[in-house]
């Protein structure tokens, strides 16, 4: 498999040596070898592969680009964007690169450019796989169809809670069930500010704290006023609940001035969570209530104890009633982790190899 990486920051650099570590392990149990045709991000320009199968993990790695301005061996610069690399690897190469891995910076408000980069490479019969919510809460109906039409897949585990498991638990693990409807605290950056105010900690230290740990943006309103969280819940309500909603839709009842009103007046044994919320709703014109809100939780509500750094969802099933996902703190490593789980699933989808063989 020859991916394209379109975005190359922490999680990119992650992937490379998690992608290196895992080669013995994913040639013994999937037969896969994967292999890098290019690299392009925004900031450092890019490179693309000198030889038809391209770089190996490890030599990736080991270049330690854009750190070191040298580029993996076997490598030649490239100038220009994701698609002028989609272009390049496919159209200028022996051997078509396979999969557009798309983990660039995107404005999950349109989408872009994420969602240019993806169209391309399905139109050129790339599968695609996406860490980036923008593009699945905007237009994933659109991709999945063109994708269906070209013979190839979409994937995006990692959108919603870093890698761990909530679409493919939905695809793969619960057959025959109905989801009808979510909870879930899946936005870090509210849930570690939301954490310290209620042990007594400044808001805007707690707020500087998370943005020195990476979980804070400098700006960090597109979570307090729970618009990061709308985008994933719009994911979830679109693809594992059917509906067909925009993350506009999605009321909005959260923002920092709340936050403190509302933890300063908690009651004791109570406490203050951005609970992201799902429901079928037939009075609903789209049949879906979808919801981000500060809630007042009892201490033995099971989102209740989802603390600093950590994330949870719950899903309300037919079959197995309530089940709780919990995340602990999340990781650009457990984002890689997310899209090499997909990559896998490409594999055996597109290789037909059946379940029982992959786990041998």
Request: proline share 5%.
């Amino acid at each position: 498999m020859r991916v394209v990486i379109a975005g190359y920051g922490n999680v990119g650099r992650e992937l490379g040596i998690l992608l290196a570590e895992k080669v013995p392990d994913l040639r013994q149990r999937y037969g896969l070898e994967i292999m890098v045709a290019g690299v392009v991000t925004g900031r450092h320009g890019g490179w693309v592969a000198r030889s038809a199968t391209g770089i190996a993990p490890a030599a990736l790695v080991a270049a330690d680009w854009p750190s070191n301005q040298a580029l993996p061996e076997g490598a030649e610069p490239f100038s220009g964007d994701a698609l002028a690399l989609i272009q390049a690897t496919l159209l200028q190469s022996s051997v078509p690169a396979d999969v557009l891995i798309e983990i660039s910076p995107t404005n999950p408000r349109t989408g872009e450019p994420a969602l240019s980069y993806c169209r391309a490479a399905i139109a050129h019969g790339m599968h695609v796989v996406t860490a980036n919510k923008g593009p699945i809460a905007l237009a994933h109906r659109e991709l999945q169809s063109a994708a269906a039409a070209r013979g190839v897949k979409v994937r995006f585990e990692s959108t919603v809670m870093d890698g761990t498991p909530v679409i493919n638990l939905s695809e793969f693990t619960l057959p025959a069930t109905e989801i009808s409807g979510i909870r879930a605290i899946i936005n870090a950056t509210s849930n570690y500010i939301l954490s310290g105010l209620t042990l007594g900690q400044d808001f805007a230290e707690t707020v500087r704290r998370a943005q020195a740990i990476g979980i804070a943006e400098a700006d960090p309103s597109l979570d307090l006023d729970g618009w990061d969280a709308a985008v994933k819940v719009t994911i979830i309500a679109n693809v594992l609940m059917g509906a067909a909603i925009l993350p506009s839709e999605v009321v909005r009842e959260t923002d920092a001035e709340r936050m403190r009103a509302m933890v300063a007046a908690a009651p004791a044994g109570h406490v203050i969570k951005q609970v992201a919320s799902v429901v079928r709703d037939s009075s609903a014109a789209s049949g879906i209530r979808a919801r981000v809100a500060l809630e007042e939780l009892a201490i033995d509500d099971s989102l209740a104890s989802i603390g600093q750094g950590k994330a949870a969802i719950q899903f309300h099933t037919d079959t197995m009633g309530d089940l709780t996902v919990i995340e602990g703190p999340g990781s650009p490593r457990q984002t890689a982790f997310g899209i090499l789980a997909d990559l896998i699933t490409i594999h055996r989808q597109s290789t037909g190899m059946p379940e029982k063989e992959a786990q041998a």
